[in-house]
């Protein structure tokens, strides 16, 4: 599956109860016009392992980020509130940076500016 929208959390690092570490963020997506936009949000997990660039450029990644995902699509289901939801995941196998931010942008600018 593949998806394109903005980070709605910076990713976190984070392990299963086994002990296994991987990075969870969400991914928003929007669909529609005007009034009838709505945004569908993506639990995305990564298995990079630690060291790697992967692993290290996705850390670094600002809540707003726009990416593309590709991973495998899992469906689970859960309590909440005593009714049961369903939840989309995926599990990432490949991740591209498509826009940073506006604000992260003005930052490095004025970082790499001379004084």
Known sequence: ???IGRLGTEP???S???G???VKYSVGTSHGIGENQ???WWRVASFAKEGSPIREKLMELPKGTMVYVEGEASMRKFEKEGKTENALS???????VLRRP?????EAAMEESPS
């Not at 995926?90 to 591209?96: D, R």
């Not at 506006?102 to 003005?106: F, L, N, P």
């Open 102 to 106: 506006d604000s992260a942008r003005s």
């Open 1 to 3: 599956m593949t998806i």
């Open 38 to 40: 709505k945004t569908s």
């Open 20 to 22: 296994q570490d991987f």
């Open 90 to 96: 995926l599990v990432q196998s490949k991740i591209e």
């Open 12 to 14: 976190e690092l984070v």
């Open 16 to 18: 299963t109860q086994s």
